[in-house]
């Protein structure tokens, strides 16, 4: 009896909310002929004859007594109708809805997340342990959501829908589904578990969005009520998830996406872009320019280092910087400098502390190797009269000794146009005449060229002078004088090596008084002028030349010829257009470079409070930097580099053409000329245009190569002996590790336009409350059960009756 009033109860439950279950499907019906409108009145005629009869009934009963009966006698009528409507449960037997479960099994899968919760990562290794499952990845993960607590979530899924288990990859491959023994349905159905725990990562690539719609279309006709992904998002090759979720959306399939792994870029810091001068003087400030990016470690402080690395095998830091790390993505651009005080060849390594959770420590460093060489340097020095500025640098230059001490660093030569025949003869540096023969002059590394009078030079020597800059290389550094230099060499050879326009260069007039002091002051590109780097840092240098003594005559030069470069000016004084007025240019020509200084009075700089030390070092400094040719003499004369030598299709290529001979860089902008060809003998000329800060570095884009193995060399201008190349390769798709974040934009995005929804794996879980039912197709129907001759309405009807009964009675209405 208990069974059947259970059974009675659960089909009266099933009337009246028809929900169903897995695999069967409620309905109701009835035999009723008429609309539900003709119904509807006939109730209403009924209601309203009841009410209008009680209305009129006699007796001591109340208002609300009668309307109370009046209800009860409407009830017995409705109940009798809606059991003259033969009310019918009907029971289906569905096919259960689709639901697709997809796994990504690409190798990016295998990546284990770095987790700053170290409590976080022991917990899940004990629960991954407890599956047998090894290292927290994100494959692994995966696995855990599923087959955690002896499958049940998946068993859940499978109870509730036709469960079709695909790897997503490559392509999207139905798993295995075969069940061994103790892993099988409790109802004694198949089970996907083992199918789960079999998966590899092992797909070289990921083709998510293209994978998914495969596996939709596949879908055609069948009813499906989601599909849940499983991954981490990366596509490396064709369509995207969220490509795809407009056309699951349009077939009525939601997708339900939980992303493993970790949505920020791993934790990195990197070294590049090492630059450093291949070959340098002992005691030349020695620069080693480089780019610090980061990701994951904004705000954070580490030590940059400048170290050599010894023989034996350890190393000796040299300098070293604390920086802040930038925003991600983000590089700076730093410097570390040093001053070798020894001959020889080093090996210098430039790093970068290593943080705590860096994914690859080894970028963290970058080495070059430098010779580093203790040259004898011939300078000639010209000048018409002994002036200051001649003493005080002879005397200078003169001084200067190599490290040993016992060698001179300079070996000068003077030449004092106005000295009688014995200053030659009592003076050790002093020659009688200037060098006639181009051999004679061409022996020298430097020229300074002073306040000379050209009269007692011909033709022939000034145009020897030009060659010494053009063809040999040498440096040359032009001294303004109030009497001839630079004006009285307007129309002379010479007059094209000068970084100024002499048409509209002035000299103060001579009977003026000079009172105004004139404070030099560096320009930016400081720091990419080595002669004016007096300290080892930008800052202390600036500091530096700010505490120089002024100086008090200079030349009026407003105009610059195309190509110079302004070093150092007069902070004070501006010309026409507003620049501030040279005080030192430079200028390459030819081969070699030219500096020049509109004053005579760098003297000055020696009364420095602290001693002639910043005098001493700027002109040393400058003499060595005019003679760098002189140390790469039989050496390459140029590299050309890519910033990588593999590059997924469609990225940018950079070029670099990098010239340690100044004299071999073109005059052009853009006068290199790289050449590429491919594998095939395909080529492609490309045209590199200078830095804009350092005059032997050419850089140029590559963009829109096809995928194959290239080899590029330079092609103009022509270099001695085989032309620098590089080799690199295009390759189709980004490798599987070339994005390791979790892409959680386009998951958020495709779970969006589908009208599904996303989930992290810490709140995976709520996924089961958020299924979707599904459409269930119908296989055959069970016999329906008449519902309205139930023993429940038939006591529900005496019940009424007998209370109407009851209460008219306790009225006297009876």
């Known amino acids: 009896m208990m069974s059947s009033l259970q059974e009675i109860l659960k089909d009266m439950g099933d009337f009246l909310a028809p929900r169903g279950g897995p695999g069967v499907e409620v309905t109701r019906s009835h035999t009723w002929p008429w609309a539900p409108s003709v119904t509807l009145v006939l109730l209403a005629a009924a209601a309203a004859l009841v009410i209008f009869l009680y209305a009129r009934e006699r007796g001591t009963a109340g208002r609300v007594f009668k309307s109370l009966l009046a209800a009860l006698r409407i009830a017995l009528i409705a109940l009798v109708v809606f059991m003259m409507h033969g009310w019918l449960l009907n029971r289906h037997r569905t096919d259960l809805p689709d639901l697709l479960v997809l796994v990504d099994d690409s190798q990016s899968m295998t990546l284990e997340d770095v987790y700053e919760d170290a409590a976080r990562r022991k917990t899940l290794l004990a629960r991954l342990e407890s599956l047998g499952l090894d290292g927290v990845t994100r494959l692994n993960l995966a696995k855990l959501l599923l087959l955690e607590k002896d499958a049940r979530l998946l068993r859940e899924l499978e109870s509730r829908y036709n469960v079709k288990l695909y790897q997503l990859g490559g392509t999207a491959r139905a798993a295995d589904d075969a069940t061994p023994d103790g892993l099988t349905d ?23 969005g293209n994978g998914l719609r495969d596996v939709l279309e596949s879908q055609r006709g069948r009813p499906t009520a989601a599909a849940l992904v499983l991954t981490d998002g990366v596509t490396t090759e064709g369509r995207t998830l969220s490509d795809v979720a407009e056309y699951a959306r349009r077939k009525g399939v939601p997708l339900l996406l939980v992303g493993l792994g970790n949505d920020q870029p791993p934790r990195d810091l990197r070294i590049s872009d090492l630059l450093v001068d291949e070959a340098v003087f002992v005691g030349d400030l020695l620069n080693f320019d480089f780019r610090l990016s980061g990701s994951g470690y904004a705000g954070r402080q580490v030590t940059v280092r400048l170290k050599r690395i010894e023989s034996e095998g350890g190393s000796t830091t040299l300098a070293e910087q604390s920086v802040t790390v930038g925003r991600d993505g983000e590089p700076q651009s730093l410097r570390l400098s040093h001053r070798p005080e020894q001959e020889g060849e080093f090996e210098y390594a430039v790093e970068a ?4 959770g860096e994914a690859n420590p080894g970028n963290n460093r970058q080495t070059r190797r430098v010779k580093v060489r203790d040259e004898t340097l011939r300078v000639l020095y010209v000048q018409d009269y002994p002036n200051y500025d001649f003493r005080f640098l002879k005397n200078t230059l003169g001084r200067a000794l190599k490290r040993d001490g016992r060698e001179k660093a300079i070996q000068l030569t003077t030449v004092l146009q106005e000295a009688d025949l014995e200053y030659a003869e ?3 540096t002093a020659q009688r005449v200037f060098p006639v023969s181009r051999d004679e002059l061409f022996a020298y590394d430097v020229l300074i060229f002073g306040d000379v009078n050209p009269s007692l030079l011909s033709r022939s020597v000034l145009e020897n002078i030009a060659a010494f800059v053009e063809e040999r290389g040498g440096g040359l550094v032009v001294l303004a004088g109030p009497r001839h230099t630079p004006l009285s060499y307007r129309d002379t050879p010479l007059a094209k090596l000068m970084p100024i326009d002499l048409e509209t ?21 400081i720091s990419a002028s080595p002669p004016l780097q007096l300290e080892s840092t930008l800052a202390d240098s600036l500091k530096a030349w700010r505490e120089l003594p002024p100086i008090y005559w200079m030349l009026d030069a407003p105009d610059l010829r195309p190509g110079a470069r302004v070093l150092a000016v007069d902070p004070a004084r501006t010309s026409v257009s507003g620049e501030n007025l040279p005080a030192i240019a430079m200028q390459f020509v030819g081969a070699g470079k030219v500096v020049f200084h509109a004053t005579d009075e760098s003297y000055r700089w020696s009364r420095h409070p602290a001693g002639e030390g910043y005098y001493a070092r700027y002109w040393t400094q400058m003499i060595r930097y005019l003679s760098r040719s002189k140390l790469l003499e039989g050496t390459r004369g140029a590299e050309l580099t890519s ?19 100044d004299r071999l860089a073109p005059e052009a902008d853009d006068g290199v000329r790289v050449m590429l060809e491919r594998e095939d003998g395909t080529r492609r000329q490309v045209a590199l245009r200078r830095d804009a800060a350092n005059r032997g570095i050419f850089e140029g884009l590559v963009s829109n190569l096809a995928e194959g193995a290239y080899r590029a060399w330079v092609a103009a201008p022509t270099l001695p002996g085989d032309p620098p190349s590089q080799r690199f390769v295009v390759v189709a798709p980004p490798g599987e590790f070339a ?5 959680a934009a386009d998951l958020q995005l495709a779970a969006k336009t589908s009208q599904g929804r996303f989930y992290t794996f810490e709140n995976a879980s709520e ?4 299924l979707p039912r599904g459409r269930q197709v119908r296989i055959d129907s069970l016999p329906p059960k008449p519902i309205w001759n139930s023993p429940l309405w038939a006591a529900l009807f005496v019940v009424l009756i007998t209370a109407e009964w009851l209460l008219r009675k306790r009225a006297g209405l009876v």
């Open 353 to 356: 502390g290593v943080l705590d």
């Open 767 to 770: 996924l089961i409350e958020h």
């Open 739 to 743: 994005r390791l974040q979790m892409d």
């Open 186 to 208: 409790p109802a004694g159905g198949k089970s996907f578990a083992p199918a789960v725990a079999a998966i590899e990562s092992l797909e070289t690539s990921s083709r998510l």
């Open 426 to 428: 009592t003076d050790a």
């Open 505 to 525: 260069a002035t000299v103060p007039p001579a009977d003026t008084l000079l009172n105004e002091p004139i404070r030099v002051q560096p320009t930016k590109l």
């Open 643 to 661: 910033d990588r030598v593999e590059y997924p299709r469609g990225e940018t290529v950079r070029l670099r053409v990098r010239f340690f001979d």
